[in-house]
């Protein structure tokens, strides 16, 4: 007889909880996770694979445990004046969460979110063995400085979540916000700057907050604006002293020297590699103006993606779009959907597949 999961010795916090996941299917447009459809430019996948055929000839020797060159690209990158004492990095950004919570959470600690928010959240969070606690967002999905800091003075968090832009609705947080809950936190404080180099270009990020706040993080990763997911390489810059105290956490090696030598090459063309952003910001706007003009209700989103409303049955409009070969998200939000801004003919393909719905 086949071993259930309940069958083994679970741990009894995990018991009953689902892994994450989104739908793999291979359809036409895949519009379902928040990819950068864009592929690498030629030029920068040629450097890529120079840096990985100089790696293969040392792959039998361990890799360089602090990963230095890398750290020193992203700090280059980030500007602000940072160094690479301040920075860390991961295989994925949830790798770096995983890290913060591993190091700052753990058994008999909590960490809180303002729901609806990234669902790797607590996910990540019960799996160090810590509690979850859900607050709450405006009814447009922002955040109001004095009542998001009333929640935290309330729950009195060890971490908490900011994630900026949001995710799954792409709402902005305002740098206000995170100076008030950093004031009302006794914990760590985490901005999850995932989308980031897509929000306007006149926005500060929140690296301009670090200065003087020992607790603040701000995590990025390349999966987004550089088309580097399949890499899983995230990173975050904080005081040298919180990069000190995810050395206590970390595998040893935790970082390929292939996945140090790609993401090395490909931030020496930072440029080349954002160089798509604009174009994808240009489909994200062009979706949500088509989504309002067919009578749906798009959340202003400073993202790589579009949440919108005002869909009557969800299930039945991703089930009418997959029909299509199209794919794109159900994030259960009640009468919501999510898609990817994807090239020019990915997001026509959607658009028209959608409008078709409608008919």
């Not at 700052?104 to 303002?114: K, L, V």
């Not at 995932?194 to 006149?202: G, M, T």
């Amino acid at each position: 007889m086949a071993v259930r999961l309940d069958d083994l010795p679970l741990r009894d916090d995990l018991r009953g909880l689902t892994p994450y996941g989104a739908p793999q299917a291979t359809v036409p447009v895949a519009l379902n996770v928040n990819e950068n459809t864009h592929p690498v430019p030629e030029a920068v996948a040629d450097d890529i694979l120079d840096g990985l055929a100089h790696a293969l000839r040392e792959i039998n020797r361990y890799p360089d445990r602090e990963f230095t060159v890398l750290r020193e690209g992203f700090a280059e990158y980030l500007g602000h004046g940072l160094t690479r004492e301040q920075i860390w990095a991961a295989n994925g950004s949830n790798e770096v969460l995983q890290h913060l919570l591993q190091a700052f959470a753990g058994p008999g600690r909590t960490a809180f979110g303002f729901a609806p928010t990234y669902s790797m959240y607590p996910l990540l969070t019960r799996a160090t063995g810590a509690s979850y606690v859900a607050g709450t967002r405006e009814a447009d999905f922002t955040l109001d400085a004095s009542d998001a800091a009333q929640q935290i003075d309330s729950a009195d968090p060890d971490v908490v979540f900011l994630c900026a832009p949001n995710n799954p609705t792409g709402t902005p947080l305002r740098l206000d916000v995170i100076e008030a809950v950093y004031e009302a936190s006794r914990g760590m404080v985490i901005v999850d700057e995932a989308y980031q180099e897509f929000a306007p270009r006149d926005e500060r990020s929140a690296l301009t907050l670090l200065p003087g706040r020992e607790r603040l993080v701000v995590s990025r990763t390349m999966s987004k604006a550089f088309a580097f997911a399949g890499a899983r390489v995230g990173y975050l810059a904080a005081d040298p002293a919180v990069i000190d105290a995810l050395r206590l956490v970390r595998l040893p090696y935790h970082m390929s020297a292939l996945t140090q030598a790609a993401a090395s090459a490909a931030l020496r063309h930072a440029p080349a590699m954002l160089s798509m952003v604009d174009d994808i910001v240009s489909q994200r706007d062009r979706i949500s103006a088509t989504l309002s003009a067919l009578g749906y209700e798009p959340h202003v989103s400073w993202t790589n993606f579009v949440c919108f409303g005002g869909v009557d049955d969800p299930a039945a409009t991703w089930q009418g779009l997959y029909d299509r070969g199209i794919l794109i998200r159900d994030v259960g939000l009640p009468h919501s959907l999510r898609v990817t801004a994807g090239t020019e003919s990915e997001s026509t393909a959607f658009l028209d597949a959608l409008a078709s719905l409608r008919a």
